[in-house]
């Protein structure tokens, strides 16, 4: 069972209803703890979750501003199309895990189902073709019918600002439990101040950037294990090496096959080899011996990086 904490009225305040999310887990966080989601990693939402990073300010994305903007007009033409009626709820919290919550677009009247209103631009409309639903979606959906207890979830989306697809969601509860207990053991590390493991994304590369800021010049005398990893990247960076080899070799042959020709079929594939305008850039080193003071006008200082170097 969940209970509401919050309704739609006490949602309009920004700061309140940020906080309430950073207290716990929302739909959008469930994608990012089973490593679906693109944009971040589950280590960068532990840091959030923790109070060891800020969440990134999003007042001012031009995404986030029109996603919430057109979310009534999602939500009409749903209706429109479909006959139902739906009603804003509020943010949800389980009553047995407090911290599982879930923000609901809205609630569908008379059925046990709620509806996800979605908006993106005309290139991610692959993603959307026949039954497919993106799948950091997905899960978000399967984690409100998780905390809900619905049997089915509806998820509309305007693509592009003038397609509206509409799908239908139905409850999963094998996929249900095992998202229950990946938000349980994630919980559990932010409560316990355990990190949880790394990957392979960027994001994770930047939090740990973020958590770890160097500044320590005393030689770490490395665990063993640091031997199998150091071994493992060399193998990685070899096999990359070999296939860019191997990919130049054949776009080689497609060169030596192209000739003068600019353009080129080959069953269902197009092939183009074009010229294109040289780069322009700037003599930096003689433009600051020769205009010092315009140099120092316009040059811009990046943020400090740490770079990892293995030798």
Known sequence: MAKLIMTVAEMADEK?????????????DASII????????????????TGK????????????????????????????????KVQRRGLLQ????????????????????GLECKTCNGFAAKEWEDDEVPAAYYVQCQHY????????????????GNRFVWKEIPRNDDEIALLLQAEIDFWH?????????????????????????????????????AVGIIEQIHKIEDAKKDLENNSEFYKNQLRQLMGDYELGYA???????????????????ALKAKEPA??????????????????
């Not at 309140?16 to 959008?28: D, F, N, Q, V």
């Not at 590390?189 to 010049?217: H, W």
């Not at 200082?301 to 170097?309: E, F």
């Open 16 to 28: 309140k209803w940020l906080a309430a999310r950073r207290e716990g887990i929302g739909g959008s």
């Open 34 to 49: 089973v490593g679906l989601n693109r944009w971040k990693s589950p280590f960068q939402l532990w840091l959030e979750k």
């Open 53 to 84: 990073a800020e969440a990134e300010d999003l007042s001012g994305n031009e995404y986030v501003y029109w996603g919430k903007v057109l979310e009534e007009a999602v939500a009409n033409r749903f209706c429109e199309l479909t006959g139902k």
């Open 94 to 113: 389980m009553d047995e895990y407090p911290y599982i919550r879930a923000s609901i677009d809205r609630m569908v009247v008379g059925e046990n189902a």
């Open 145 to 160: 019918m998780l905390v809900t207890g619905c049997e089915r979830w509806y998820i509309a989306v305007l693509i592009g």
């Open 189 to 225: 590390k932010v409560e316990t101040g355990i990190m949880p493991e790394v990957d392979g994304s960027e994001s994770c590369k930047e939090a740990l950037a973020s958590e770890f800021r160097g500044g320590n010049a005393e030689p770490l005398t490395l665990p063993g294990m």
């Open 267 to 285: 069953g269902d594939y197009k092939v183009t080899w074009k010229t294109q305008a040289g780069r322009t850039t700037i003599d930096s080193k």
């Open 294 to 311: 315009i140099y120092a006008e316009y040059a811009k200082q990046g943020k400090p990086i740490r770079v990892l170097r293995i030798s």
